[in-house]
């Protein structure tokens, strides 16, 4: 039978076998064990501990950077638009479209937030493509800008038209920042209205009269079934003045070229073309958006820079409720009649205003 024999490794690394004593058994199989010295030991445990510490310091910095993330994941959310995608460096492109007015408003108001605090935007292009709207909405929006021009740089591209409360608001980008309108761009029409119709000859053809119960002169200033009285209408021309005279201040201080006389000469309500708005000093280049892109970069000294665009989408629950109340709630006559008759101040290029929100 053979013999096993285990050496340790404080025997010889070289055993002999027990063939001397009995020649005819077959040879003794011998294992060596040998234990990994005490050095090479220790540096492998501390190589081990390193690797787990640097783990651990890198989720550590995954979950941060996660937290981050979500953490500014709320609406409006971030779209790239064009330039470099893997650029530090951002420009914000605000988008004006449509009539100035709710719900439109607080969605870019939200825009103009994000654009302020986000410390890699350096600079912002106004994009406008807007007949004008309600003058509070247009002063809130200009407000608001003017307070991010304060931080960053703001240049504007005008699109089809920027009339009205859209060059009101085109004016948040301050005296250093240039205005660049597309060949076929509209804007000016320069002032304000007060939507009103005068029914009162048809009412009289067929017999309906206004007979409001009111505590005082003018209370139903604005009624269409009876004509306007003079002191009616020296109130609400008092009204819109101050609107007109807010809307003249704003260009002039914000347009270089152009004094208080100057912007009076130009607030007829007209509609300008783009050459004819250059002409006038109230643009200042006829451009692409591309153009203006490119010299706002100049300006911020950008080589290299991501151009990125907000969106607040719809939210599911947002399209099927408004889904139901349309099958479930037909039009309230009398609501819409109501809020046809609040009297709206509008800076707004159009001979058919808006009457309802």
């Known amino acids: 039978m ?16 027990s063939g001397a004593e009995d020649s005819a058994s077959p040879p003794v199989q ?23 510490a640097f783990s651990v310091m890198c989720n550590f910095s995954l979950y941060s950077a996660y937290r981050e993330y979500f953490a500014s994941a709320e609406p409006p959310y971030e779209n790239f638009h064009a330039g470099n995608e893997t650029a530090a460096d951002k420009i914000a492109l605000l988008k004006v479209d449509g009539t100035i007015m709710p719900p439109y408003t607080e969605r870019l108001l939200k825009q103009i937030e994000r654009a302020s605090k986000d410390d890699s935007v350096k600079g912002v292009l106004l994009v406008v493509d807007s007949p004008g709207g309600f003058v509070a909405d247009s002063h809130e929006i200009y407000h608001r800008l003017k307070q991010l021009t304060a931080k960053k740089p703001m240049f504007v591209q ?37 939507p009103r119709y005068d029914f009162s000859k048809l009412a009289e053809k067929y017999g309906i009269g206004s007979d409001p119960l009111k505590t005082g002169e003018f209370k139903d200033a604005l009624n269409p079934l009876r ?17 007109f005279q807010k809307f003249i201040g704003v260009i002039d201080e914000n347009r270089d070229g152009l004094d208080n006389a100057g912007v009076k000469a130009l607030a007829t309500g ?45 939210t599911l629950a947002e399209q099927l409720l ?26 707004m290029c159009s001979w058919w205003p808006p009457l309802s929100q």
Request: aromatic residues 8%.
């Open 322 to 347: 408004g889904s139901a109340v349309k099958v479930q709630q037909p039009v309230d006559p009398i609501k819409a009649l109501l809020d046809a008759s609040v009297p709206r101040a509008l800076y």
């Open 227 to 243: 004509p306007m009285t003079d002191n009616e209408r020296k109130l609400w021309e008092n009204i819109i003045d101050q609107s």
């Open 30 to 52: 011998t294992i060596i064990l040998q234990s990994v010295p005490g050095f090479w030991r220790s540096w492998l445990v501390r190589g081990l501990l390193a690797a787990l």
């Open 158 to 194: 005008m699109k089809r038209m920027a009339a009205s409360g859209g060059y009101y608001i085109a004016m948040g980008a301050g005296p250093q920042g240039r205005i660049f309108a597309e060949p076929t761009t509209w804007t000016g029409s320069i002032g304000v209205i007060i």
């Open 2 to 17: 053979a013999d096993s024999r285990i050496f340790t490794p404080s025997q010889a690394s070289v055993a002999t076998t």
């Open 270 to 314: 007209q509609i300008y073309t783009a050459d004819d708005a250059l002409g006038n000093k109230l643009i200042d280049e006829i451009g692409y958006e591309d153009d203006a892109l490119k010299a706002l970069k100049a300006k911020l000294q950008l080589t290299e820079a991501r151009v990125i665009t907000y969106t607040v989408p719809i």
